[in-house]
């Protein structure tokens, strides 16, 4: 099976802009997680979709936003970019059937703000 | 709120010498415990996962990670290290009783040295 796949896997915006990463899940997920990297603060949680309703929030502001659509493939949208913005990405898919089933991740958008 | 603490920033082993990596939890209930593993500009790779039953859960790699209800942790191992094993490793659980969102801990970053 083909893994979870992120686009693009860079990006460099500025200030003020808007950005859209894009995620497709392993064939047969249907939850999509979305992580925030940052050397500071660690993995942070911004949301999970599940058949494209949005089960779990984050604490970030309402500049991040996502969806998802029917074939389960997800995106994020971060309006308004600020510096601290900038970090790495990640997209996970997993059955979500229980809490306990595993996340599977791609390899991340890295995005750069200045 | 669930969470998990990885009390090691670093951890240093020399090749073919065992290794453990760190982890505590405080979950209330069943506790679900998961080890990933990321490598240099790469997602998080899942290793094994503690869901219930024998205290020793064998995992990819030829990690392993017991399970100690009572010090309330969840230590990686692995009896012989590889220089391949360098990365950073993340210590996870669900954020609540039902919760599909990852709490991760700070990460614990090994370094393998020939």
């Known amino acids: 099976k083909a893994g979870v796949t992120q686009t693009p896997r860079y990006l460099i915006k500025t200030r003020g802009q808007q950005v859209t990463l894009s995620c497709s899940p392993i064939?047969?997920?249907?939850?999509v997680s979305w992580y925030q990297q940052t050397p500071g603060q660690g993995l942070q949680f911004l949301f999970e979709y599940f058949s494209e309703t949005q089960r779990n929030k984050g604490n970030f502001p309402g500049r991040f936003s996502g969806r998802q659509f029917s074939n389960s493939r997800s995106e994020m949208n971060v309006s308004t970019l600020e510096l601290g913005d900038s970090a790495l990405y990640l997209c996970a898919s997993s059955l979500a059937l229980t809490s306990y089933n595993e996340q599977f991740f791609g390899p991340g958008t890295r995005l750069t703000v200045l | 709120a669930q969470s998990v603490a990885q009390p090691e920033d670093q951890v240093n082993v020399a090749e073919g010498n065992p290794l453990t990596v760190k982890c505590t939890y405080s979950?209330?209930?069943?506790?679900?415990l998961f080890w990933y593993v990321q490598y240099p500009n790469r997602g998080l790779q899942f290793l094994l996962k503690?869901?219930?039953?024998?205290?020793l859960v064998k995992g990819s790699y030829g990690f392993e990670a017991e399970f100690n209800k009572s010090q309330t942790s969840f230590h990686l191992k692995k009896p012989s290290a590889l220089v391949s094993d360098s990365a950073l490793y993340f210590c996870a659980a669900p954020s609540g009783a039902g919760s599909y969102q990852l709490t991760f801990g700070k990460g614990t970053k090994l370094s393998v040295i020939p």
């Open positions: 064939s047969g997920h249907r939850s």
């Open positions: 979950v209330s209930g069943n506790p679900y």
């Open positions: 503690y869901i219930t039953g024998d205290n």
